[in-house]
């Protein structure tokens, strides 16, 4: 399984950018996929994630600012960052998960994109 995260870059605070993370394969076989973002010094947090019922959950400190969503047919699963701050400075990964079952035992299968760095200057 690979992720390939593409579309950081530099943006004015209040500007928008447009992340990208594209799988290899197809896109159905994962539970959900989802953004997480490091800030420098900062733990690695969640931002918003997808599941494979389409079910979405953002951070409390991006909502209404960001929108998570998912092209099947490209395999990729986008995330529209609008309104920035120079708070979401972060390095931005996607992870993808697989749930598997053995017996009564679930297991996650964890899948890392590398990462792609937004700057927001203010």
């Known amino acids: 399984v690979q992720l390939q995260a593409s579309g950081g870059g530099l943006v004015q605070a209040g500007g928008s950018l447009r992340l990208s993370c594209a799988t290899s394969?197809?896109?159905?076989?994962?539970?959900?996929i989802g953004w997480y973002r490091q800030a420098p010094g900062s733990q690695r947090e969640l931002v918003a994630g997808?599941?494979?019922?389409?079910?979405?959950d953002y951070a409390d400190s991006v909502k209404g600012r960001f929108t998570i969503s998912r092209d099947n047919a490209k395999n990729t699963v986008y995330l529209q960052m609008n309104s920035l701050k120079p708070e979401d400075t972060a390095v931005y990964y996607c992870?993808?998960?697989?749930?598997?079952?053995?017996?009564?035992?679930?297991?996650?299968?964890?899948?890392w994109g590398q990462g792609t760095l937004v700057t927001v200057s203010s």
């Open positions: 992870k993808a998960v697989v749930v598997t079952h053995k017996g009564w035992t679930r297991y996650e299968n964890n899948y």
């Open positions: 394969g197809s896109i159905f076989r994962f539970d959900v």
């Open positions: 997808i599941r494979s019922t389409g079910r979405t």
